[in-house]
Structures are given as C-alpha cells and as structure tokens.
C-alpha cells in the first residue's frame, strides 16, 4: 500500500545581540517575504546536517547546532503540501552574512520589530520568545 508521506524541513534560528537571522525570500511561495533560514531535507541527509547546510547555502555563514528547539507539523504550514519543520537554535562559527540561494536579502531583526513573516515562522518566534 502507497502511503502519502509530507516532506521535510529545517529552519536554523541564529541570534546575535539580541536579534534574530531572518532571510527575505527569492521564490515562492511568500516570495519577497522574511523567514527563518532553512529548506528541505534530502535524501540520505540528516536534518542536523541539513540545517547546516541550509543556512550556509542561504547565509554563507558555518555554523553548529546548539540544541533542537522544537518541531512543526501543522499540515497547512506550507502551502506547497504537509511539511514537518525541524527547528534547530545554531551559533555561528565563522563567516560573513551575505545571501545566496533561495535568500534575497538577510537581516537581523529585534524581536520587537519583526517583519511579516513566512509560513508558521511568527508561532515559531513567538514559542521562542516565551522561553527566552
């Protein structure tokens, strides 16, 4: 039996002085507005590698992993289908900012003065800001 599978993604949240790492988006869907940086996960790749990855491709920053900040899974988060959005809290290791990929622009933003944002990515700042 062929099952319906949704897809997956990453989303790396990176502060730096109190403010968030936003990405203004190249392509659709929400095409010309701010997210977290991330993308899909591929084949044979693991998540925490994707996220990496993802951030570099977006930011042209390395980073690591902190820790894993949560997980999404609401199936109208992406308008593209069901996506499982694994989030992840990274530090930056070496690089400067400058966008590439998917990533018009990239910005920091206070948390007090956030653009609109992307798919479900205000719940997830939001959720962040209640722990921190």
Same mark, same amino acid.
């Given at each position: 039996?062929?099952?319906?599978?949704?897809?997956?993604?990453?989303?790396?949240?990176?502060?730096?002085?109190?403010?968030?790492?936003?990405?203004?988006?190249?392509?659709?869907?929400?095409?010309?507005?701010?997210?977290? !940086?991330?993308?899909?996960?591929?084949?044979?790749?693991?998540?925490?590698?994707?996220?990496?990855?993802?951030?570099? +491709? +977006?930011?042209?920053?390395?980073?690591?992993?902190?820790?894993?900040?949560?997980?999404?899974?609401? !199936?109208?988060?992406?308008?593209?289908?069901?996506?499982?959005?694994?989030?992840?809290?990274?530090?930056?290791?070496?690089?400067? !900012?400058?966008?590439?990929?998917?990533?018009?622009?990239?910005?920091?933003?206070?948390?007090?003065?956030? !653009?609109?944002?992307?798919?479900?990515?205000?719940?997830?700042?939001?959720?962040?800001?209640?722990?921190?």
């Amino acid at each position: 039996m062929n099952h319906k599978k949704p897809s997956i993604t990453v989303d790396g949240i990176i502060i730096k002085d109190n403010k968030i790492l936003l990405i203004k988006r190249r392509n659709n869907p929400f095409k010309n507005n701010w997210a977290l !940086p991330g993308g899909f996960v591929e084949y044979n790749e693991k998540c925490e590698d994707a996220v990496v990855r993802e951030i570099k +491709e +977006e930011t042209n920053l390395d980073t690591k992993i902190i820790r894993l900040f949560g997980v999404y899974s609401d !199936p109208e988060r992406d308008p593209r289908g069901h996506t499982i959005s694994v989030i992840y809290l990274l530090k930056i290791v070496s690089g400067k !900012p400058h966008s590439g990929d998917d990533a018009k622009e990239i910005d920091y933003f206070s948390f007090e003065n956030l !653009p609109k944002l992307s798919f479900d990515h205000d719940k997830i700042i939001q959720d962040l800001r209640r722990e921190i």
